[in-house]
């Protein structure tokens, strides 16, 4: 069962890797917003060395530009590579591989993370230039959640996966994920900014664990025993999505009609 996982990996690498130009263009885009948000928010804070919710401005623009390479690393591809399968029917060889098909769709987004880590490489030193990044005091901490928070995002996207069973089209569903995950997740405006019913609102979603929090313990926002709750809630995001993915999964795949038998 690992032989097929690590070749669907595989496959997940070189598709990142094949389509460097795109990349090349996405990373480029990542510096200019990058730099875009420290324009905004260092004429927010009127260029001063005061606070607001907590964050000194230059706290806010590492968080920001850190928020914003997990963002990149952590793209989710496997919706819309779903999406064409099912649409063309190559889901059938998918479906016939000793693995399952959740699986295989994870394999393929942890290979294509891989190659966005890579192609990420050169942009990142640029990045924390700008951003002003600097080493944090709990690494641990921080590793976890990102770590948890990926899975979340993986798990996430699988689910728009299993849905493209039933709708074949899962194009505007994805968009309308990623506007929304990542508004959520805190890559424009931190989480401590959301007023009134929009910050309860995101606090009762998952996407916060995908992206502010981790950037926000590494800048040391949150630290001690939120960094501990955070993981707590994670794993219990987890196993609920888990559940979820497995029940939706048992329908999902029977509406798979192959002529013949």
């Known amino acids: 069962m690992i ?43 009127g260029g001063g060395a005061g606070q607001a919710r ?4 230059e706290a806010l623009l590492a968080y920001l530009s850190l928020a914003n390479l997990q963002a990149f690393a952590t793209n989710p591809i496997i919706p819309l590579i779903a999406h064409f399968r099912i649409r ?10 000793p693995t399952g098909y959740l699986p ?21 030193p640029v990045v924390l230039l700008v951003g002003t990044i600097t080493p944090t005091t709990q690494p641990l901490g921080y590793a976890a959640t990102l770590t948890l928070g990926y ?5 996430m996207s699988l689910l728009i996966c299993v849905i493209g ?17 990542q508004f959520f997740a805190g890559t424009m405006v931190p989480l401590s900014f ?23 313990i590494y800048v040391g926002h949150l630290s001690g025993g939120q960094v501990v709750q955070a993981v707590i809630v994670e794993v219990s995001w987890i196993a609920g999505l888990a559940v979820l993915l497995w029940a939706v999964w048992r329908r999902a795949h029977r509406r798979v009609v192959i002529n013949g038998g």
């Open 3 to 45: 032989r097929p996982l690590a070749g669907m990996a595989r496959v997940g690498l070189r598709f990142q890797l094949a389509y460097r130009s795109d990349v090349i263009m996405t990373v480029l885009a990542l510096i200019a917003q990058v730099f875009l948000l420290r324009m905004v928010w260092t004429s927010v804070y």
């Open 54 to 57: 907590g964050l000194t401005l």
């Open 88 to 97: 063309t029917g190559m889901v059938f060889f998918d479906l016939s591989r």
């Open 104 to 124: 295989q769709m994870a394999a393929f987004q942890a290979g294509h993370t891989l190659g966005g880590l890579l192609m990420l490489a050169p942009a990142v």
């Open 151 to 155: 899975v979340i995002s993986v798990m």
């Open 165 to 181: 069973f039933w709708t074949l089209e899962t194009g505007a569903i994805s968009l309308l994920y990623r506007l929304i995950s």
């Open 194 to 216: 959301f007023p009134g019913a929009l910050g309860v609102l995101a606090e009762a979603l998952p996407f916060k664990y995908m992206g502010y929090v981790p950037a926000a």
